[in-house]
């Protein structure tokens, strides 16, 4: 997100150009950055200390963002649709010492400061309520020059685990000028062809790490990034045409929208300027790839890998038609398949995926988790997220489930476990289970299985009553969208319990409704 030789040789270039209208060029970006690195200096905060900003798609989050990357900050962005309980989670378990707000997420940030032991100062970009200080306010008294102990920060961003709790991703800081970017950022950016005349079309949110290291690449290099402040598909193929997008990222939720617009529009939509389309974040239906391969041609690429940034997997156009369904081949460390035991499985077998000799990583303030997901595993040197699949005979994985788990619904990660301990609590449920079940825009629904206490009477109404008790404790998207009551829910005398088999079920229920 440094972007100082851009500035100084063209500050009135757009740097961001948001949907909405706003147009930020380099000059006024770098000059925001380095007022958020003097507060920061202010404040006491040095290299390796921890700041955090909860708010949708806008310039003031890349600001704020690139004014701790180059103090020597870690920087936490907090999903925007987060409850106040999770967002005070995240923050206090940072060490978060400085908030930024947004309007929208005022009143849920507001609710939690209690709870965040850290924080030295309360920040917003919109109207104020205390403790909260506006940007303009904060920032009045600061110059726009560089600061002169300039130090190498980095994105720490919170990836779910299995149990649901969220865990912060650190990486080891280097001790370099922020002009010099990570390795991994250097490497992302030549990958995708990224260059300084090029214009990127950003249509997902910035808290995701696809997205936050897209666009810290594209401001590093000059170019110009247009942002969406939400995904719609019509609008996304408007804007491609009217500023000329070259490369953009997607999500298969995004394709499956954008054939679902009438013919018409998308006979008109001019996409010729589009030379570099990537998608990732979820599994991508075979029959979508290719409508969109036949629609915008041999452009789109795919990549594999987590938050993390534990392995990196990537495939072309030309690659996936010679292996559908491939998600790619490793080009950031090795994978490993191995069995229950952890031992190697042969090519065509599937099992458990790890990568091998790619990025140092850590989960922040937990050993524990970090040596379950690293230095204690059967794979000497390698790591894990626990997903699963196999390495077909050319070396291209192909992944045949996920984290045991986890439910991925239009590219994001949701952890059933968070929503089934809300469930378990209401007094009349007795025991639940929260699945993906299959939808054919989101790839994914989340859906509770509940098995009531004696007594009760399923119905609509009490399905109505457990979808708001539990939206009023989680971010919606995390919750149920429907709920099947049953008699018994499937557990071994372990008390452990089948979810693969409730799994299964759904599974062949919808298989004939997408044959037919």
Same mark, same amino acid.
Request: aromatic share 8%.
């Given at each position: 997100?440094?972007?100082?030789?851009?500035?100084?040789?063209?500050?009135?270039?757009?740097?961001?150009?948001?949907?909405?209208?706003?147009?930020?060029?380099?000059?006024?970006?770098?000059?925001?950055?380095?007022?958020?690195?003097?507060?920061?200096?202010?404040?006491?905060?040095?290299?390796?200390?921890?700041?955090? $900003?909860?708010?949708?798609?806008?310039?003031?989050?890349?600001?704020?963002?690139?004014?701790?990357?180059?103090?020597?900050?870690?920087?936490?962005?907090?999903?925007?649709? @987060?409850?106040?309980?999770?967002?005070?989670?995240?923050?206090?378990?940072?060490?978060?010492?400085?908030?930024?707000?947004?309007?929208?997420?005022?009143?849920?940030?507001?609710?939690?400061?209690?709870?965040?032991? #850290?924080?030295?100062?309360?920040?917003?970009?919109?109207?104020?309520?205390?403790?909260?200080?506006?940007?303009?306010?904060?920032?009045?008294?600061?110059?726009?020059?560089?600061?002169?102990?300039?130090?190498?920060?980095?994105?720490?961003?919170?990836?779910?685990?299995?149990?649901?709790?969220?865990?912060?991703?650190?990486?080891?800081?280097?001790?370099?000028?922020?002009?010099?970017?990570?390795?991994?950022?250097?490497?992302?950016?030549?990958?995708?062809?990224?260059?300084?005349?090029?214009?990127?079309?950003?249509?997902?949110?910035?808290?995701?790490?696809?997205?936050?290291?897209?666009?810290?690449?594209? @401001?590093?290099?000059?170019?110009?990034?247009?942002?969406?402040?939400?995904?719609?598909?019509?609008?996304?193929?408007?804007?491609?045409?009217?500023?000329?997008?070259?490369?953009?990222?997607?999500?298969?939720?995004?394709?499956?929208?954008?054939?679902?617009?009438?013919?018409?529009?998308?006979?008109?939509?001019?996409?010729?300027? @589009?030379?570099?389309?990537?998608?990732?974040?979820?599994?991508?239906?075979?029959?979508?790839?290719?409508?969109?391969?036949?629609?915008?041609?041999?452009?789109?690429?795919?990549?594999?890998?987590?938050?993390?940034?534990?392995?990196?997997?990537?495939?072309?156009? #030309?690659?996936?038609?010679?292996?559908?369904?491939?998600?790619?081949?490793?080009?950031?460390?090795?994978?490993?398949?191995?069995?229950?035991?952890?031992?190697?499985?042969?090519?065509?077998?599937?099992?458990?995926?790890?990568?091998?000799?790619?990025?140092?990583?850590?989960?922040?303030?937990?050993?524990?988790?970090?040596?379950?997901?690293?230095?204690?595993?059967?794979?000497?040197?390698?790591?894990?997220?626990?997903?699963?699949?196999?390495?077909?005979?050319?070396?291209?994985?192909?992944?045949?489930?996920?984290?045991?788990?986890?439910?991925?619904?239009?590219?994001?990660?949701?952890?059933?476990?968070?929503?089934?301990?809300?469930?378990?609590?209401?007094?009349?449920?007795?025991?639940?289970?929260?699945?993906? $079940?299959?939808?054919?825009?989101?790839?994914?629904?989340?859906?509770?299985? $509940?098995?009531?206490?004696?007594?009760?009477?399923?119905?609509?109404?009490?399905?109505?009553?457990?979808?708001?008790?539990?939206?009023?404790?989680?971010?919606?998207?995390?919750?149920?969208?429907?709920?099947?009551?049953?008699?018994?829910?499937?557990?071994?005398?372990?008390?452990?319990?089948?979810?693969?088999?409730?799994?299964?079920?759904?599974?062949?229920?919808?298989?004939?409704?997408?044959?037919?």
């Amino acid at each position: 997100m440094y972007a100082r030789p851009h500035a100084e040789q063209k500050p009135d270039h757009p740097a961001i150009v948001m949907s909405s209208g706003e147009i930020v060029t380099f000059g006024k970006y770098e000059a925001a950055a380095n007022r958020y690195a003097h507060l920061f200096r202010r404040l006491g905060l040095r290299r390796g200390d921890h700041v955090a $900003v909860c708010m949708e798609n806008s310039p003031r989050l890349l600001e704020f963002s690139a004014g701790a990357e180059r103090t020597g900050l870690y920087y936490t962005c907090v999903n925007s649709h @987060l409850t106040a309980t999770e967002i005070a989670y995240i923050v206090d378990d940072c060490d978060a010492q400085v908030l930024l707000a947004s309007p929208s997420t005022l009143e849920a940030c507001a609710s939690a400061v209690g709870s965040m032991q #850290e924080v030295k100062l309360f920040l917003t970009s919109g109207p104020t309520e205390p403790p909260f200080v506006s940007i303009a306010e904060a920032l009045a008294d600061f110059p726009s020059d560089y600061v002169e102990d300039e130090q190498l920060g980095a994105a720490m961003l919170y990836s779910s685990g299995t149990t649901g709790r969220p865990k912060g991703i650190q990486r080891p800081l280097p001790d370099n000028h922020p002009g010099e970017p990570l390795p991994l950022l250097q490497f992302a950016s030549r990958l995708f062809g990224f260059r300084d005349d090029m214009t990127t079309l950003s249509p997902a949110p910035m808290y995701h790490s696809g997205p936050q290291a897209a666009l810290s690449a594209a @401001l590093r290099i000059g170019a110009t990034t247009v942002v969406m402040e939400r995904f719609d598909a019509a609008e996304f193929l408007e804007l491609v045409a009217r500023h000329r997008v070259t490369h953009t990222q997607l999500v298969p939720t995004m394709f499956i929208r954008l054939l679902k617009l009438d013919d018409e529009v998308r006979q008109r939509a001019d996409v010729s300027s @589009l030379e570099f389309v990537v998608h990732a974040a979820a599994p991508c239906p075979e029959e979508t790839k290719r409508a969109m391969i036949d629609w915008w041609g041999p452009i789109i690429n795919e990549y594999y890998g987590a938050t993390e940034a534990n392995g990196f997997t990537f495939c072309t156009t #030309e690659e996936w038609l010679a292996h559908p369904g491939t998600v790619g081949r490793a080009i950031l460390g090795d994978v490993v398949i191995t069995d229950d035991q952890g031992q190697p499985v042969p090519r065509g077998e599937a099992g458990t995926v790890w990568f091998v000799g790619a990025t140092n990583f850590e989960y922040y303030g937990d050993r524990e988790k970090t040596e379950g997901a690293t230095g204690t595993g059967p794979v000497s040197g390698g790591s894990t997220v626990g997903d699963v699949g196999y390495l077909d005979a050319d070396g291209f994985l192909h992944l045949t489930d996920r984290k045991s788990h986890m439910i991925i619904s239009g590219g994001v990660n949701i952890y059933p476990q968070e929503a089934e301990n809300v469930l378990a609590s209401h007094p009349i449920v007795a025991d639940v289970a929260v699945i993906g $079940v299959p939808n054919h825009e989101w790839g994914e629904e989340v859906k509770a299985v $509940v098995q009531l206490e004696p007594g009760s009477v399923a119905g609509p109404e009490l399905e109505h009553e457990l979808l708001a008790f539990c939206r009023e404790r989680l971010a919606a998207y995390k919750c149920p969208k429907s709920v099947d009551f049953v008699d018994k829910l499937p557990r071994l005398p372990t008390g452990k319990l089948l979810k693969r088999l409730l799994r299964d079920q759904y599974q062949a229920a919808a298989q004939p409704a997408r044959q037919s």
